[in-house]
């Protein structure tokens, strides 16, 4: 995939921010996120329809761009749940809590947290590797044979903006700015999803 | 209406137990989250039909359409709870419909379809001005709208919520294939909170298919699509 640089995805976060303090939701009657906050649906209903989106979007555009427009799902869904939970996006949190809470509040998954990198000298953080269990999109659907994107590339998207978002708003969190990239999606019952972690510094 | 067997006393109490022991057992999202998925997909289909939302969702209903189509029939006829499958907990008799709607409706979103829907009511197709059996579903709330900031007028004769009614549509469709009515039924949500209406309300047409030409004078099928 081609590579978003530090200052795209720097200037896409501040406008994602401008997002969420601007947000006027139209359906007024409709009641709010926080209203529904609680409600569950089940799984084969919330993915259904999902599959057919990654197979045209796949179908449609070169294997870059296709994993692009995939990602940005995941990026917009962060910025949505930010937006309609003020609470949440004025939380403060630390840098392992921002990627748990979206798993385990809003995806019923799992995370495991391995291989960190750090610098020699300073110590600081370089990348990191997520697994992630029970993914969201993967764990009861078929596998796509054939194409090379990980089916879950718009978790990925979920949980950088999470982080990124948060990050740039509240100004004190370290490391300023992450990318992530899938690595590889769950391809059977058990299996886990596995996603890079790449500080921008 | 009909005078098909209706639906015993005992089997509408298993069909009661049934649906919150399979809502129990069933892998659950966030309900929100699906919503910010659904905003999220519209997003990218305008973006790639140059900002045209009525087409973007042309193209989307044709994509999930299929997979709702599967999903909601193999709910409805593979799923056993219990050792009791829910397909034996279908009738053909019309006056069943609400039930079934609402058991299934609690199959999938569990205690809260209670909060959001109200009691489905089937007008028979004497009193229907669409002259075919029709159901209405009316909600009080709506987490697919509710976090949109997308006009309604840009989505032209669309609604909002059409993935919400293909859902109802298909378990409809599903259940009346199943027990032998020969009904091809249409939904579509007259009423939206996004369009400014004050409650929500989905309206399921039963067209029997030796009569679908009087689609062509349903007048809520010229205006929505």
């Known amino acids: ?201 | 209406m009909s005078q098909k067997e209706k639906l015993s006393r005992f089997k509408r109490m298993l069909g009661g137990i049934g649906k919150r022991v399979y809502n129990w057992r069933e892998t659950k999202e966030s309900m929100n989250f699906l919503s910010y998925m659904y905003e999220s997909i519209i997003w990218e289909y305008a973006d790639i039909f140059d900002g045209d939302y009525e087409k973007a969702m042309d193209t989307l209903i044709e994509l999930i359409r299929p997979m709702t189509e599967e999903v909601t029939t193999k709910l409805l006829l593979e799923v056993k709870v219990m050792g009791v499958a829910f397909k034996s907990l279908l009738s053909p008799n019309l006056s069943d419909i609400p039930y079934i709607i609402q058991t299934s409706l609690y199959a999938v979103y569990g205690g809260w379809s209670k909060k959001m829907y109200k009691k489905p009511v089937v007008v028979p197709a004497e009193f229907s001005s669409e002259n075919v059996p029709t159901v209405i579903v009316q909600f009080t709330s709506c987490p697919f709208c509710c976090n949109t900031v997308i006009p309604a007028e840009k989505f032209g004769k669309h609604r909002y919520g059409r993935l919400h009614v293909l859902t109802i549509e298909q378990i409809t469709q599903a259940v009346e294939d199943y027990v032998g009515n020969d009904y091809h039924v249409v939904g579509r949500e007259v009423k939206c909170f996004h369009n400014g209406d004050d409650i929500g309300e989905i309206r399921l047409w039963l067209y029997p298919r030796d009569q679908l030409d009087l689609m062509e004078s349903n007048e809520y099928l010229k205006k929505i699509k």
């Not at chain 1, 045209?56 to 939970?85: C, I, M, P, W």
């Not at chain 1, 960190?116 to 999109?137: G, W």
Request: proline residues 4%.
């Open chain 1, 1 to 201: 995939m081609t590579e978003e640089t530090k200052e795209e995805i720097e200037m896409r976060v501040l406008e994602d921010i401008q997002y969420i303090l601007n947000y006027k939701p139209v359906a007024v009657g409709a009641k709010s996120a926080e209203f529904f906050s609680k409600m569950k649906i089940i799984k084969p209903i919330a993915v259904n329809s999902y599959p057919n989106i990654y197979s045209d979007l796949v179908q449609r555009f070169e294997r870059n761009e296709a994993s692009r427009r995939l990602k940005r799902l995941g990026l917009r869904e962060a910025k949505f749940l930010y937006a309609t939970n003020p609470n949440l996006f004025k939380k403060p949190q630390k840098f392992i809590e921002i990627f748990q809470e979206v798993a385990e509040s809003h995806l019923s998954s799992k995370l495991v947290f391995k291989d960190r990198v750090k610098e020699d000298e300073s110590k600081k953080l370089k990348s990191f590797t997520i697994e992630v269990h029970n993914c969201f999109f993967c764990s009861e659907v078929a596998v796509f044979e054939g194409i090379d994107i990980p089916y879950c590339i718009p978790n990925c998207g979920v949980y950088e903006n999470m982080y990124n978002i948060k990050s740039l708003y509240s100004e004190g969190l370290e490391p300023r700015l992450i990318r992530i990239d899938a690595v590889r999606s769950a391809e059977y019952d058990g299996d886990t999803c596995e996603y890079h972690v790449v500080v921008l510094e």
